[in-house]
Every structure is written in C-alpha cells, then in structure tokens.
C-alpha cells in the first residue's frame, strides 16, 4: 500500500484575479506553477517525495510518503514553505493510503474533498482590521512599501511577493509552454492589446472550461482490473499513468483550439493564459475569436478522452469525460474580479445544464446584457449541428438582428416572422418555430436555461445572443 498527499491553491482563479495588473497575474501564475519546485525544496530529509503518477498541475503538490503517520509533520513543512511564497492563497490538503495513486484518488481523496473533510489551510488573519488596505489589490492590509512603475505604494504581502516573482514570468508556466509549441510569443501589452487582436477592439471574452464527471471517471477505472487495461496503439498504459493522459488531452486541446484562431498577423499567441491545470483552463482571448476557441476546445478534448478509451478497449465499461465551458464577453478594462466571478457562475450553470455529461456553454455578455443577467446556456452539439445557420445569421447585418430581436422581444416569434418577410431577411427563420407546432409540448421538452421556441432547442433569442460574436 502506498500513501499519497495533496496540497492544492483553491480557488485559483479568484486568487489570480485580485491583483488588477496583468503582470501580477501572470507571476502569481509562474508561483503556482512553482509550487512543486518550493515543495521539492522542503521535502530534504521529510521521507516524502513529489509523486509522479500525478504529474504536472498548476497549483497542485502531490506527494508520495514512506507512511501514513508522516502527513501531519510533511503537509506541515510544506504549506509553510508555500504560505511565505503565496500569503494569500488559501490551500487544501487531503491524503489517502491505496494500491495506486488513480485508487487513491477516486475512492478516498476525492470524496473527501466533496463532502467539505479536507484540511483547509487559511491565509493569515489581520490582527488591525483597520489598517490601511493595500494600495493593489485592495484586500489585504499593507505591510510594507514597494516601488511600482516609479511609485511608492503601501502594499501586502501578498502582492509585495508577486512583484518579487517577475523573474519568475520567463519561466515554464502554461502560457510559455504553449507559446514554445506553437512557436509564438506571450501577449505583450494586457488585455488592451489582446482585444486590439479582434474586429471590435475593445472586447474580450474570458473563458473557464473544466471537464465533466473527472471523479466519476477515475471511480470507474479504479474498478477496472489492471491486467484489463490495454493502451493506444498496443503501447503499455498502467493505471498510474492516465492522470498524465488527462492534462495531456487538455494541453493539446488547448494547442489546437489556439491555432484554429486565424487572421490574426504577428507572432503573438492570440490568448492570453491565466490557468492550465489538470481538466481546468482559464484564458481570455479577442471577443470575436470566443466561438471558435471554445468549440475547438471542447471538441478536441472530448475527441482525445473518447480516443483514450477506445483504446483501452473500455467503451463498454466506462464513459469518457467531457468537457463544459463558461464564456464572459466584456470591455478589455472591466474589472478582472467581476469577470471571474461571473465565469465561475456561469460554468455551474452549464454543468448544470448538460448534467454533468455532455458539454454545454453558458455565455454572458457584460456589454449588453448587464452584470445581474444569468446569460444563456446552449449544447456543444447544437453548435455544431446549426454551424451553417449561425454564420448566415452572424453574416446578417448588424441593423437587421438588432430589430429582429425587438420584434421577438415585442411580439413574440409571430412579430420576428414577420420582420423578417418584410424585410426579405430569412436568416433568423431556422431558429423560430416550426409552423404548426404546439409551444407548450416542446416548451416541456426544454432544458432550463434554453429557449422554449425551438423543437431542436436552439432558439431565436439566444441564437441572436450567439451571432452577436460569431
């Protein structure tokens, strides 16, 4: 039997988000990428060891241990070496004893963290409360001062430490390793820059894509036989090895995703990287290129996870995970903060949406809709099938949509019918209903979230919600 503890940053993405400066995003990154590094640091002479079969996760330490009476003394010595790097993150720690580290994981770990038993490590509390907050972030009390951008300002220790990470930008975080792939280069100029990539060039989308049912995955294949594994192309796959497989998928995924956004010239990525880790991606790009990235990556990551299983020769016994994305579309100077925590809502709701199962999107534009709008949820399949009419409605002109969707909003789908004939616009009929149908039996074959005038889902209101950054 083995022992294996993790200490993983929770809540990442808000963690990023509360310093407002790209650049204290981008270090606070590179230090979650480090994590493993100050943990290998600490473990000298602790009997424990980074654990392999995890591998590479930003913001997560796995550890293998020689035993189980040694997690209170080594978690110990790590989270003090990780608190003086990230004083204001907030870490979890859950460790478990089995025969692999899938085992471990699926059986024990995870259910441990979902039923709120994992060990909770807090930042430090401010013993001022009124204390003079941090001149960046705004949350946590200054402690000393820094010199930025030729300014002295009353910083925390939190934001003082991400200031002395910038050598830590140039190293192997998500972002430069897509960038060394790819060929290509980091964005160099925040989020003003990123949006000027676009047609519309002060817009921007955020997108946060997790898979589906990651834990129901390892639960299955923990059941699973090691002798019935059987990998790709007849190669040898232990158990111990498809967590590697799964941050794999994600990272092509998301290489394939970044290049299927074209028309845009230099040699800058067209994104810009917040997290990579494990299923889970955080990553703004140009508004008008949203679509097309968050498809490719759900697409190509649901392709990979089905390849993986199908090479086990295990499609009977399990179901490949999918993938399900948040969008957030909004000016390149909107509050970060704001942005993430929508995002985070909205890929609730989108999980919700498809059950967990198939992929589904929820969008939300914060330049139209407003910050108290739930945005609009809609299935990855439905993209595709309707592909060609979404881009003859995208295609239409702007003025047309803009009044077709106050007809909608006025009259109802009978009005649009009718903008539309007298216009000699067609390209908004495909999604209204078909003549003769009965509103009330499809409205009760309509997932919530979705609109009710559509028998195959996708309806008028949010297929003009779409097309507006198709």
């Not at 003859?392 to 009978?414: I, K, T, V, W």
């Amino acid at each position: 039997m083995r022992t294996y503890l993790d200490i993983a940053a929770v809540r990442i993405q808000r963690y990023l988000a509360r310093t407002p400066t790209l650049r204290g995003r981008r270090t606070a990154s590179a230090a979650l990428v480090d994590m493993r590094s100050v943990a290998a640091e600490a473990l000298a002479g602790t009997g424990a060891w980074l654990n392999a079969e995890a591998g590479e996760i930003d913001g997560v330490v796995s550890l293998e241990l020689d035993s189980p009476d040694d997690v209170d003394r080594v978690s110990a010595v790590v989270l003090r070496a990780l608190r003086r790097r990230l004083p204001g993150a907030e870490f979890q720690v859950v460790w478990a004893t089995d025969l692999d580290y899938v085992t471990a994981y699926a059986e024990q770990m995870r259910p441990t963290i979902l039923s709120g038993r994992s060990r909770v490590d807090l930042p430090t509390v401010a013993e001022l409360p009124l204390a003079a907050l941090c001149r960046l972030c705004g949350i946590d009390p200054a402690v000393t001062t820094a010199t930025l951008d030729d300014a002295e300002r009353n910083v925390c220790a939190d934001c003082v430490e991400r200031e002395s990470w910038r050598s830590l930008s140039a190293s192997r975080t998500g972002e430069r390793r897509l960038a060394s792939r790819l060929n290509r280069e980091p964005v160099n100029g925040g989020f003003e820059a990123l949006a000027g990539m676009g047609r519309r060039e002060t817009r921007i989308a955020v997108i946060h894509a997790d898979g589906n049912r990651i834990g129901a995955f390892f639960r299955q294949l923990a059941n699973i036989p090691a002798e019935r594994l059987r990998a790709p192309e007849n190669a040898h796959l232990t158990r111990d090895k498809l967590a590697l497989e799964l941050s794999k998928a994600t990272f092509e995924a998301l290489a394939e995703a970044t290049m299927s956004v074209r028309g845009i010239p230099g040699r800058s990525l067209p994104l810009i990287l917040h997290v990579l880790g494990g299923d889970d991606v955080l990553v703004s790009v140009p508004a008008d290129h949203a679509w097309q990235f968050a498809r490719a990556l759900l697409a190509g990551f649901n392709e990979r996870m089905s390849r993986l299983v199908r090479g086990l020769d295990l499609e009977v016994e399990i179901s490949a995970p999918t993938m399900s994305a948040a969008m957030v579309f909004a000016r390149h100077d909107e509050s970060f903060t704001t942005i993430v925590a929508l995002a985070e809502s909205a890929l609730a709701r989108g999980k919700r949406a498809g059950a967990g199962r198939s992929s589904w999107l929820c969008f939300h534009d914060l330049t139209t809709e407003g910050r108290h709008d739930e945005g609009s949820v809609v299935p990855l399949h439905e993209l595709k099938q309707r592909q060609d009419e979404l881009t003859e409605l995208a295609r239409a002109p702007r003025s047309f949509r803009e009044n077709l969707a106050l007809a909608l909003a006025d009259g109802g789908p009978e009005a649009a019918l009718a903008h539309s004939r007298r216009v000699g616009v067609t390209a908004g009929t495909p999604f209204l209903p078909r003549r003769g149908s009965d509103p009330a039996r499809e409205a009760e074959h309509t997932p919530a979230g979705m609109d009710g005038d559509s028998p195959t889902r996708l309806g008028l209101d949010t297929a003009l919600r779409i097309a507006r950054w198709w």
